[in-house]
C-alpha cells in the first residue's frame, strides 16, 4: 500500500506542476494570435514607451529641403509639407493614440462594469431603474455622445478619453449584469448563502471573480474600438493639440494633399488598421478561451 500511495504522489504531482503551461501553450497556439500579439507589443514598447529609440528623427525637425518626399530608405514613410519625417511623427504620435484607447478602457470599464453589477446584484426596482436609464442612455450614438462631450469640453487628452469612455459604459454594463445575474443564481453561490455568508462577502468572493470573462473580452476588443473613436475625433479637430500629431490628426493633415502626396494618409491608416485588426484578434482568441461549451470539452 505504501508503494502505490507514493508511486500516485509521484504521479500527480508533476501532472499538477505541466497543466498551467499546457494550458499557456493551447492559448498561444495560433499563427494569427502571435502575430496580433507581436504588433501590439511593437507599438506599446517600441512606440510608445521609447519611441526615440526607432525613430530616426525628431518629431518636429522640419527639413526645408526634404519638402513632400516620397518613401525612400532616408525616409521610410517619406515627408509631410512641413518636411518632416512620417515615421518618426507617427512613433512619436503613437502614445497619444494608444493612451486614448487603453485610458477610456479602463474608464468605461469600470464604470460600466460597476453600475452592471450594482443593477444586476440588487436586482429589484434598483435593476429595473438603472437599466431605463441604461437604455435611454444607448439610444444615443456612441460617436455622436462622443462628439457632443469633445466638443462641450474642448480639446484635451483628458477630455478625448473621458468622451470616449462615457460612450462605452452603456455596453459594459449590460454585459456585466447579465453575466452577474447568471452567477447570482448558480449552486454555489445559493450554497454560500445558506450557511450564513453576508450578501457583499458572496458577492466579493464568488459572484464578481466569476464574472469578470466577458468583461475582459469586451475590453479586451474595445480598445480598438476606442482608438479608432479617438482618431476620429481627431480628424474633425476635436483630439489633443499639441505639436506632435496623432494618428488622426495625421490623417486629417493629409486629406488635402493625396493627390500629390497619398503616403501622409496612408501610412498613419495602415498603423490604426493593423493595431485594431491585432486587438480584435486578440479578442476573439480569449473569447474562444473563456467559452463555456468549450471549456467543459478541455
Not at 42 to 53: D, L
Not at 95 to 123: H, K, M
Not at 243 to 264: F, H
Amino acid at each position: 500500500m505504501r508503494e502505490a500511495v507514493s508511486a500516485e504522489a509521484v504521479w500527480v504531482e508533476p501532472r499538477q506542476e505541466v497543466q498551467p503551461v499546457r494550458k499557456a501553450r493551447r492559448f498561444t497556439a495560433n499563427d494569427l494570435f502571435l502575430c496580433g500579439a507581436g504588433i501590439i507589443i511593437f507599438f506599446i514598447v517600441a512606440c510608445a514607451a521609447v519611441p526615440s529609440w526607432i525613430a530616426p528623427y525628431a518629431p518636429t525637425e522640419m527639413l526645408p529641403g526634404s519638402i513632400l518626399l516620397k518613401p525612400s530608405m532616408e525616409h521610410l514613410f517619406g515627408t509631410d509639407y512641413f518636411g518632416r519625417d512620417i515615421f518618426s511623427v507617427m512613433v512619436h504620435g503613437s502614445r497619444d493614440s494608444l493612451l486614448i484607447g487603453f485610458a477610456s478602457v479602463l474608464v468605461g470599464g469600470l464604470l460600466g462594469g460597476t453600475i452592471g453589477a450594482v443593477s444586476g446584484y440588487a436586482g429589484g426596482w434598483v435593476d429595473t431603474v438603472i437599466m431605463r436609464l441604461n437604455d435611454i442612455w444607448m439610444t444615443i450614438p456612441g460617436i455622436l455622445l462622443a462628439l457632443a462631450i469633445a466638443g462641450a469640453l474642448g480639446p484635451s487628452l483628458f477630455n478625448i478619453v473621458l468622451a470616449v469612455a462615457v460612450s462605452a459604459v452603456p455596453g459594459y454594463a449590460r454585459v456585466m449584469r447579465a453575466q452577474v445575474m447568471s452567477i447570482k443564481n448558480r449552486t454555489f453561490v445559493r450554497a454560500s448563502m445558506s450557511i450564513g455568508a453576508s450578501p457583499l462577502r458572496v458577492f466579493w468572493r464568488h459572484v464578481l471573480p466569476n464574472s469578470l470573462s466577458p468583461l475582459l473580452v469586451m475590453a479586451t476588443i474595445g480598445i480598438g474600438t476606442s482608438i479608432l473613436t479617438g482618431s476620429g475625433l481627431s480628424f474633425l479637430g476635436l483630439g489633443v493639440l499639441r505639436e506632435i500629431p496623432d494618428w488622426g490628426t495625421l490623417l486629417s493633415q493629409g486629406r488635402g494633399y493625396l493627390t500629390v502626396a497619398w503616403w501622409i494618409c496612408t501610412f498613419p491608416g495602415l498603423a490604426i488598421t493593423a493595431f485594431v485588426l491585432s486587438v480584435n484578434i486578440i479578442g476573439d482568441r480569449l473569447r474562444d478561451h473563456f467559452d463555456p461549451k468549450k471549456l467543459t470539452q478541455r
